[in-house]
């Protein structure tokens, strides 16, 4: 949509060296509401220097979560997954910056909790892949798919923190 202002550039051999603005979404799950983490959770990438964009507290309807994990319809543990997403409130979230979507990756940590390194959302607060605490978009395209799935238009804001600065030369 019109709202992207990513600089794109088309130099296939230098993509690597730049750094480029993207987009993620990330969700408190229903169990991370439920135990009281959301504050800590939004601290970490509040704190980490990326900007938010959206944020809402937000009861998933059930067609929406089905969209949301399409790509995991014919798992196992898919019913039990859409039964978890919609069991209460989540908090959803989208963050802007560089490198943002494989940076809020690293700071969730791996999918089964056990697995996560400390200092990570999952390492430090979770013990169970179906009660990990939060989501975080896979690939670019993924971030940009997600907010447009979970946020309208005017939800978004774009705008410029004081402390820009402070956190880029
Ligand atoms: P991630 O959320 O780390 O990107 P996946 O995309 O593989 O992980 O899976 C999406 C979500 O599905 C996980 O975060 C977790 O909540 C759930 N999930 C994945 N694997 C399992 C499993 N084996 N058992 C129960 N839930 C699972």
Redesign the pocket.
């Known amino acids: 949509g019109a709202r992207r202002s990513t600089s794109r550039i088309f130099l296939p051999h230098l993509v690597a060296s730049i750094e480029e603005v993207e987009e993620t979404y990330v969700m408190v799950?229903p169990d991370g509401v439920q135990r009281g983490l959301v504050g800590d959770i939004i601290s970490r990438f509040e704190k980490k220097g990326f900007l938010l964009k959206g944020l809402k507290l937000f009861q998933c309807p059930k067609e929406l979560a089905e969209e949301h994990?399409k790509e995991?319809k014919d798992?196992s543990?898919y019913p039990?997954?859409i039964k978890?997403i919609t069991s209460g409130p989540v908090v959803c979230m989208a963050w802007e910056g560089i490198g943002v979507v494989a940076s809020a990756r690293k700071l969730?940590g791996?999918?089964n909790p056990l697995q996560a390194d400390p200092g990570t959302i999952r390492g430090d607060l979770a013990v169970q892949?179906?009660r990990?605490v939060v989501?975080?978009s896979?690939s670019p395209d993924n971030g940009h798919r997600e907010i447009d799935l979970w946020f309208k238009q005017d939800e978004l804001c774009e705008w410029v923190p004081a402390q820009e600065p402070w956190l880029k030369e």
């Open positions: 799950k994990y995991l798992k543990f039990k997954l978890y969730i791996a999918t892949t179906g990990n989501h975080g896979d």
